[in-house]
């Protein structure tokens, strides 16, 4: 934990005079409004405590061999959840590979490998009370798995990050999320982030891929956490 911290001060130590009204943790009743909209929409919604309770969950809901995608995250790395899944033996980790591999001659193939996991893992921008979730990206490289590709998808989402509605989970986006990632890209890559991409989840269709199979709400969970952790 002091590790987590230490992380997001380092962060903040970017943002020297950088203030706003979205990192403030939610209410107990907010959270529970905002899991309730999302089990309504189809998504499957739990509230944990905090980023113990969410580095054993995620190892409780995928199965050992999945071929699991990280997407590039602040909250997967600040809670270790990144790290649980692409270290060891225990799943097939798509991120690792990637890195290995080359982009001029293997393009097609890091395409299809991020497109289409067993399960992404990663994070939001913005949970609304009225059970949508919002994300952006500069690349897009994970916003295909978000959105149908991956056959599972488990999102880990800090308390700050709910939001009233629609209107408020894009201004959260770009006033609040931008400026920190884009801090963050700065220092690591040496250049700025954008938000070139925004994709909205409104619900989890009832059937996947086959009219006659029973919906299953467990394929797209979101994990609300009662503690603020991420951008």
Do not use: C
């Amino acid at each position: 934990m002091n590790d987590i911290i230490a992380d997001r001060v380092e962060i903040e130590a970017l943002q020297a005079g950088y203030t706003d009204t979205y990192a403030e943790a939610a209410s107990a009743e907010r959270l529970e409004r905002a899991a309730a909209a999302l089990r309504a929409n189809g998504f499957g919604a739990e509230i944990l405590d905090d980023v113990a309770a969410a580095r054993t969950r995620v190892k409780e809901l995928i199965p050992a061999g999945a071929r699991v995608f990280t997407s590039s995250s602040e909250t997967l790395r600040l809670s270790g959840i990144d790290e649980d899944l692409n270290t060891g033996v225990r799943y097939d980790a798509v991120k690792p590979r990637v890195l290995a591999m080359d982009r001029a001659t293997q393009s097609d193939d890091i395409r299809r490998l991020l497109a289409s996991p067993d399960v992404v893992v990663g994070s939001v921008a913005a949970v609304t009370e009225t059970g949508s979730l919002v994300a952006a990206s500069a690349s897009g490289s994970q916003l295909p798995a978000y959105a149908g590709g991956a056959a599972g998808a488990i999102w880990i989402v800090g308390a700050q990050k709910v939001v009233p509605d629609l209107a408020a989970a894009l201004r959260r986006l770009e006033e609040h999320a931008l400026p920190l990632e884009n801090a963050r890209a700065l220092s690591v890559y040496g250049r700025p982030s954008a938000v070139n991409r925004v994709l909205v989840l409104n619900a989890e269709p009832e059937t996947v891929y086959d009219s006659t199979r029973p919906s299953r709400p467990e394929r797209r969970t979101v994990l609300l956490l009662r503690q603020a952790i991420g951008f």
